[in-house]
T-cell receptor, first 111, second 110 residues
Framework: QKEVEQDPGPLSVPEGAIVSLNCTYS??????FMWYRQYSRKGPELLMY??SSGNKEDGRFTAQVDKSSKYISLFIRDSQPSDSATYLC???????????WGAGTKLIIKP | DADVTQTPRNRITKTGKRIMLECSQT?????MYWYRQDPGLGLRLIYY???????NKGEISDGYSVSRQAQAKFSLSLESAIPNQTALYFC?????????FGQGTRLTVV
């Protein structure tokens, strides 16, 4: 079993829809949860960063962590074609540990 | 200028050839990384370095070597390239939280 599981998609939704992207993980020691966005032919860029359980909101984006279920989510409201990208979750136990990456979900927002 | 610069951006090489991918960063961070990305497999760590004198193997280091020439420079070598090393390679640097990636090098081994 991989330490972090993420459905690679692709996930195709119409413009304006609410998007839900998810990862599950196996190690209860993980504490730091990140979402990176990667556009085609570019390197990943940090989108959201959360520590421990709960929600964090930034504009149209909400990151949610449920440590009891070992489940993290990224919600995108009012999705735009410019949100079309691959979204990768990344998790670790602390700053002295390596990031463990999900496979990335390719998201397509149709105009 | 980009915070993390990788050269070359694209490379086609023949099986058995030695090739070096170079990376430089202007973020001033001590930590640097080399990843490869394959469809459906996400980012896999090849090597990482927490400072100039520190080099560590990642999960897929076989067939690769690295050199940390300075705080800002970290190069990846394939001593004898093979076709299954065809992939997209990323260099990254980080502080204790956020990682900053280069644009990637698309390497094809024929």
């Amino acid at each position: 079993q991989k330490e972090v599981e993420q459905d690679p998609g692709p996930l195709s939704v119409p413009e304006g829809a609410i998007v839900s992207l998810n990862c599950t993980y196996s190690n209860s020691a993980f504490q730091y949860f990140m979402w990176y966005r990667q556009y085609s032919r570019k390197g990943p860029e940090l989108l959201m960063y959360t520590y421990s359980s709960g929600n964090k909101e930034d504009g149209r984006f909400t990151a949610q962590v449920d440590k009891s279920s070992k489940y993290i989510s990224l919600f995108i409201r009012d999705s735009q074609p410019s949100d079309s990208a691959t979204y990768l979750c990344a998790i670790n136990q602390g700053s002295n540990y390596q990031l463990i990456w999900g496979a990335g979900t390719k998201l397509i927002i149709k105009p | 200028d980009a915070d993390v610069t990788q050269t070359p951006r694209n490379r086609i090489t023949k099986t058995g050839k030695r090739i070096m991918l170079e990376c430089s960063q202007t973020k001033g961070h001590d930590r640097m990384y080399w990843y490869r990305q394959d469809p459906g497999l996400g980012l896999r760590l090849i090597y990482y370095s927490f400072d100039v004198k520190d080099i560590n193997k990642g999960e897929i280091s076989d067939g690769y070597s690295v050199s940390r020439q300075a705080q800002a420079k970290f190069s990846l070598s394939l001593e004898s390239a093979i076709p299954n090393q065809t992939a997209l390679y990323f260099c990254a640097t980080s502080d204790r939280t956020e990682a900053f990636f280069g644009q990637g090098t698309r390497l094809t081994v024929v």
